[in-house]
């Protein structure tokens, strides 16, 4: 009851700030916009000859192409009263609908731990600005997410923290991400991704601004209907997000930073392992004549350091442990002149594994150069290397006990790849 007052209030605020005889000058008028990625890659990577089930390995092509793209439409409008309202939906252009949940309708496999695997649709929320500050409601990331600044990069699609796209295959699991354990390099507070939430933002005051959001659970819409079970199988719920950040130009120096604090309560605990979920997260940049350099770092109780999903079913596969933390720190510098921009950077993971002193450890390190073709035109030149290890033979735990979004370990636990691309990358 004490969670439902406090959404109520939030969303109170901004409706009060709405007068009853405030109209638009004019309607919100849509635009189109969004971005394509196309890369093709060479990669030397660890394979074996036996899978993680005992039968023989397929073996790996050593190049390939992969892509990845959205399309937008937004809009806004102003009111008479000064309140800016506006929309904004994002569409993937790489979905693949090859699987689907059960029950819900489709074609293709089952597969009940991906609950929104056919899900063409990135955000969807609408938000209302003024002198109060900004209210955004809908599909959208919680402020520990949406505030932070982390490492600067060249490339926004074949980066090392948060890759969008990857091209380290696991060889013992064909077709998957090799993420040894769950494990996943990203410093952004992302586990609640965009599942349905009220968030609210400050005005920002001598350059700070802070920021705080809710969502009950994870759940995005499924043709209007939100599934409200509240007593799930360690099913993480009641998710508050808090976050800081700062923004300053001193002379020609432009400095930013965040703090960030994520909260959840679990509900029927499966054992005395199973904990509430909690996340920390700080990084900056500072910025001086074309050169920027940056870092960030997170910690967090959900094992691998991977965003939480809810099944269906009432299964949750996402593991959230007792004093068990995922530690993942990242720098970067880029430097800028004219159409070009260099950069290198670096990400470092430690998860702790239920098993007493059992670790994992990730880290990469990139290089890339890009040039500006024309506007909304980039070509880029990367090299990277993946590192995974466990200093010896690991069991498949937490969320790799049924593998969905992330690879399932193999023998042994060690791991590299080497990989160079060219990217061509559009805006529009």
Not at 121 to 133: L, M
Not at 300 to 324: F, H, K, M, Q
Request: with cysteine; proline share 4%.
């Amino acid at each position: 009851m004490r969670q439902l007052v406090y959404v109520s209030m939030l969303a109170c605020s901004s409706a009060l700030a709405l007068p009853v005889a405030a109209l638009a000058a004019e309607k919100v008028k849509l635009s189109l916009g969004g971005y394509y990625h196309f890369t093709a890659y060479t990669v030397d990577q660890d394979e074996r000859t036996v899978s993680s089930n005992g039968v023989a390995a397929q073996p790996l092509r050593s190049h390939g192409f992969v892509s990845e793209g959205e399309v937008y439409i937004k809009g806004k409008t102003v009111l008479d009263n000064g309140l800016e309202v506006g929309f904004r939906a994002e569409f993937e252009l790489e979905a693949d609908n090859a699987k689907r949940p059960a029950p819900s309708a489709g074609f293709g496999p089952v597969d009940s731990s991906l609950q929104y695997s056919d899900d063409l649709i990135d955000e969807v929320w609408g938000y209302i600005e003024g002198v109060f500050g900004r209210v955004v409601f809908g599909q959208e990331d919680g402020v520990a997410d949406l505030m932070g600044f982390y490492a600067p990069r060249v490339s926004e699609t074949n980066r090392i923290d948060d890759a969008q796209t990857y091209m380290f295959e696991d060889p013992g699991q064909p077709g998957r991400i090799y993420a040894p354990n769950g494990l996943s390099l990203r410093t952004d507070i992302n586990e609640t991704d965009d599942s349905t939430k009220i968030i609210y933002m400050t005005p920002r005051f001598f350059g700070v601004q802070l920021g705080v959001s809710y969502a009950p659970e994870l759940a995005k819409n499924f043709s209007g209907f939100v599934t409200r079970q509240d007593n799930q199988l360690n099913q993480q719920s009641q998710f508050w997000e808090f976050a800081a950040n700062y923004t300053q130009t001193f002379s020609n120096v432009d400095v930013a930073a965040y703090v960030a604090y994520l909260m959840a309560q679990v509900e029927d605990v499966s054992g005395p392992e199973v904990d509430n979920l909690e996340a920390f997260g700080f990084g900056g940049q500072i910025k001086y004549a074309g050169v920027t350099f940056g870092g960030s770092y997170k910690q967090t109780n959900a094992v691998g350091g991977s965003y939480l999903y809810s099944s269906p079913l009432g299964i949750t596969p996402s593991a959230v442990w007792r004093d068990r933390y995922t530690t993942t720190w990242g720098l970067g510098a880029k430097y800028e002149t004219g159409p070009w921009a260099f950069g290198l950077n670096y990400i470092r993971s430690t998860a702790e594994l239920l098993a007493a002193g059992a670790k994992q450890h990730g880290e990469a390190y990139s290089a890339a150069v890009s040039y500006e073709v024309g506007p909304g035109i980039m070509m880029v030149l990367g090299y990277q290397h993946w590192d995974f290890w466990a200093g010896g033979t690991l069991a498949a735990t937490g969320p790799n006990a049924t593998p969905v979004f992330f690879g399932q370990q193999f023998t042994p636990t060690n791991a590299s790849a080497d990989m160079i691309y060219l990217e061509t990358a559009l805006s529009f």
